[in-house]
């Protein structure tokens, strides 16, 4: 690995793969546990969660997201889990990584968000994206296996009172399961201000009972939508994962993820950092590198720095979920983080 170079003001140099691209956005798991027990997800009784003693500290995310800044170029942040809010003092934490300069984001269920939301803003936070798959409580516990519906609700308008904008809604459309509410989600995005996005279902969960015949595919949103508006593409914002359209005649933006049918590996510039310290040059990654071990083994920045270097020196082309080859990586999406 060629030592780093600075660049004028201090500039580090980019993160940059094999393949040319620039990593500038790192995803962070606080927590492997969460509160809710989603049925595409994880099993009813949870899952063996990691030890206290294996979750990284703080401190020592602080120092991980500070050599990611300063040394490597990252700007934006993204806080996940599991459910990040279960993460005990995380104004404090937010607080501290806002400092650090990046742009500051989390994903949640939404579930904490009321009592919280005012806090997270006032210690730096900007956005947040809540995942909810369904607007009718009767679904919404069978999904989740938790009747708590009304607390995501209530989340979210106090998300988007506390300046937390634009609240984006996360939905996983499956057939049979939810893919008769497509249309209602958008209106009630669009009803209350929110930002609407559907994602294609991924083969991450803990079970393995990912069923691709039930992945509502992009082509069939965009169809579902059509029957109701036009659409006027907006496309993609830089290396968003998300390719937007707005409904003709409004402000509604819809967005769709299609990580499986429409694969954006050529442009992602996205990094993984689990909660137990491990980091992952792509979400199907197959392998990590441990930089837990070597903050606690006493590694100097500049050792670190080389690792997270290498590892993304070592990303592949892409995904091969279309693929005979594909693997489906160890952890679970609750493991590694959105």
Known sequence: ??????????????????????????????????????????????????????????????????I????????????????????????????????????????TNGIGLARTAAE????????????????????????TRRDRIADVFAG????????????????????????????????????????????ESMPLDAQGAWNRDAMVTADELLEILGRRWELVPVGRHGNAPAEEWRIDGTRTVVGVIASVTRPFCGGCDRVRLTADGQLRNCLFATEESDLRALLRGGADDAAVESAWRNTVARKGPGHSINSADFVRPERPMSAIGG
């Open 156 to 199: 979210m308008a106090a998300a988007k009172a506390a300046g937390l904008a634009p609240v984006k809604i996360n939905a996983v459309p499956v057939r049979g399961v939810n893919d008769d509410e497509i249309l209602d989600l958008v209106e009630f995005a669009a009803e209350h201000g929110y930002r609407m996005r559907f994602i």
């Open 68 to 107: 990611a800044v300063d040394r490597l170029g990252i700007r934006t942040v993204r806080l996940t889990g599991g459910e990040p809010l279960l993460r005990r003092g995380l104004p404090g934490l937010i607080a501290r990584l806002t400092a650090l300069g990046p742009e500051l984001s989390l994903t």
């Open 120 to 143: 997270l803003r006032a210690a730096g936070l900007q956005r947040v994206n809540v995942s909810l798959d369904t607007l009718r409580p009767e679904r919404y516990a069978e999904i």
């Open 1 to 66: 690995m060629a030592p780093r170079t600075e660049h004028g003001h201090g500039a580090p140099s980019p993160l940059v793969d094999r393949f040319g691209r620039v990593h500038t956005d790192l995803r962070v798991s606080l927590t492997d546990r969460c509160n809710l027990r989603c049925t595409y997800c994880m099993p009813a009784e949870g899952l063996d969660w990691l030890p206290k003693a294996e979750v990284l500290t703080d401190d020592e995310i602080v120092r991980l997201v500070r």
